[in-house]
């Protein structure tokens, strides 16, 4: 089973640091973001990684290079503009071929095991889920069951958090170009053919500084 790393976001919020540096090299406790996913992916016994880049994208293939010492066999998809979450994974599907992969963005950092999503994927996605944080108090799906839904407006609702598995199928009748992920999620929802599950741990969507620095935390109070 193969795993995508999204590192092509720009990182506005976290100026200036992102000025010189892409996003997902940005350090938390000393260590580049992609590294803790890098190192776990490893350890959960995924060894075949595929990164998407695009701002400062070089930098992150000089850091990285071919994964070997990480344990590690790392492709890189390089979009010369961003083609955003759908259409930077439709992009990379040559280099992830045909059967379901786990999918990470870059700018988190979880404790998160990623062996959990080494079991066959029951649908089209299976998202792995978080309690709202402060900064995305309505939460973007439901969880019923094993089964994800849209949230309703008057419903409880998960914060989806970056982690997934997704079939290729997901974006059959996809054409190249920037499109979201949602949309594809929604519609696969409404069919019934996405499942997930709720994180019990720690996770950090680092988009800000603030919660750099709680990362950070984190990171410390684990060591």
């Not at 000089?62 to 492709?75: E, K, N, T």
């Not at 890189?76 to 930077?88: M, R």
């Not at 290729?168 to 997930?196: N, Q, S």
Request: aromatic share 8%.
């Amino acid at each position: 089973m193969k795993a995508m790393i999204l590192a092509a976001g720009k990182g506005e919020r976290l100026r200036p640091l992102t000025l010189h540096t892409p996003k997902p090299l940005i350090r938390a406790g000393g260590v580049p973001l992609i590294e803790y996913h890098l190192r776990a992916l490893a350890a959960a016994g995924f060894t075949e990684i595929v990164i998407n880049h695009a701002w400062l994208g070089q930098q992150i293939e000089d850091y990285l290079g071919d994964g070997s010492r990480f344990g590690v066999s790392i492709q890189y998809s390089a979009e010369g503009e961003p083609l955003e979450t759908g259409g930077g994974i439709f992009k990379a599907l040559p280099l992830l071929g045909d059967n379901p992969f786990v999918v990470v963005n870059g700018d988190i950092w979880t404790d998160y095991d990623f062996a959990a999503l080494r079991k066959p994927c029951a649908g089209l996605a299976h998202l792995v889920l978080v309690d709202n944080p402060p900064h995305h108090p309505t939460g973007d799906f439901c969880l019923m069951g094993s089964q994800v839904q849209d949230a309703q407006p008057d419903g409880p609702a998960l914060t989806y958090s970056g982690i997934a598995v997704l079939s290729p199928a997901l974006f059959r009748g996809c054409e190249p170009g920037a499109f979201k992920l949602a949309p594809l999620l929604r519609t696969a929802m409404a069919a019934g053919h996405v499942t997930g599950e709720h994180l019990q741990g720690h996770w950090v969507d680092v988009g800000t500084h603030e919660r750099l620095a709680e990362a950070e935390g984190l990171i410390k109070g684990a060591q």
